[in-house]
């Protein structure tokens, strides 16, 4: 269990997520970015035992309600699909970029559906097309995260880091 690299690696992406870091690769007018926190997700559960990943996927969620608007929200929703993304991981082959794809826009898009109702409830806002912004969201992370994921990848073979924990139980 690294939890300070892990945390070190969440905090960076909570800042660029939170700043106008990701405000270059907004498209239309709805401001549709990708979910930084989502691709960050699936990469660390990917690595790690799956009692850590669910500790990852709501730790995650915090961070991503600490760069956003409301407190709670995405951590249940980042929560939920971490959780269920580190309990079926052991059945799908993380290595290959289809399945990567699969996996960014699955998670994005269950960890938004859940999530934005909740911080629209929760803030009184009136959030144009949510559908399609939650949609158009997890198809830009799935098509952007893979580049993020093969990037980490390489930082990880050569910080020396281990790979994936396997402990499938079924």
Known sequence: M???FYSIIILIFAVIDAGNLTNFLAVTELNIKPEM???IMAIL???SSSEDAIG???FVGFMADVSGTAIGPCMIGYGIAGTLYSRIRGLIQFEQIRYQVLILFVLT???LIIAEPLI???TSDIMPRMIMRILAASIYT???G????QAAEYIRKLLGLPQRQTDRRF
């Open 56 to 58: 990852i996927a709501f």
């Open 109 to 111: 898009f269950l960890s």
């Open 146 to 149: 893979p580049f993020i994921w």
């Open 2 to 4: 690294a939890w300070i």
């Open 45 to 47: 559960i990917s690595y």
């Open 37 to 39: 926190m989502a691709i």
């Open 120 to 122: 629209l409830w929760k």
């Open 142 to 144: 799935a098509i952007t």
